[in-house]
Structure formats: C-alpha cells, structure tokens
C-alpha cells in the first residue's frame, strides 16, 4: 500500500502546529486525543519537530528533526523523552502497531 515510511502524526514547534494523518481516521478519538497532548508537549518540552511514522515492517518510530540554526533545541532531552514515552507509553505504541499491521499491512495476528 505505501512504498516508504508512513507518518502517523507529528508537531512542529517552529510553526506551533500538529499534524494527524486522516488515514488513521478509525482510530478511537481518546488515542487520537492522546497522541496529540504527547507529540504537543513533547516539541514544547524540547523543541524542534517530531513525526511517529510507521517503517516498512510495522514499527512505529520517533522521528526528531531541528532547523540547524536552531540554538534551543535540546538534541540530550529529546533522546531522554523518546526514552521516557516509549516506557510510559509502551502499551499505546504497542497497540498502534498492532493496528498498523492488521488494517494496512494486512498480516494475520495470531493469539497467544
């Protein structure tokens, strides 16, 4: 279906903006909700822009960019709160994967 890294959602905090690709449009409001305040205030806390994008194979990655005249950007904390997200959040992501891979990758999911 898609040919490179598809984004979920990102935030930017150069132009104070937040991103939801309407592909994920049948996800519950509450985790559209949830990734919004987590993307949202990630950029707030560090900087820069961040984008969740799902690879090839399903795993859904943070991926962190700054503008190089960008002399703010916390380039340390941004490493620690992906860190900090990916324990505290570790179901919810898990659960994003799993979607991806059911509806658009098509895999069959068999219970443990």
Do not use: H, W
Request: aromatic fraction near 14%; charge should be negative.
């Amino acid at each position: 279906m898609y040919q490179d890294n598809v984004v979920l959602c990102g935030a930017n905090s150069y132009e104070e903006k937040y991103y939801f690709n309407e592909d994920f449009g049948a996800l519950p409001e509450e985790v559209k909700k949830e990734l919004k305040i987590m993307c949202v205030l990630f950029v707030a806390e560090v900087g820069g822009i961040l984008l969740l994008e799902f690879e090839e194979d399903g795993t859904l990655v943070f991926q962190v960019s700054s503008r190089e005249d960008d002399f703010f950007f916390d380039e340390i904390g941004s490493g620690l709160k992906i860190k900090e997200l990916q324990k505290e959040k570790a179901e919810l992501l898990a659960s994003l994967e799993l979607f991806y891979k059911v509806f658009f990758l098509d895999e069959e999911i068999e219970n443990a």
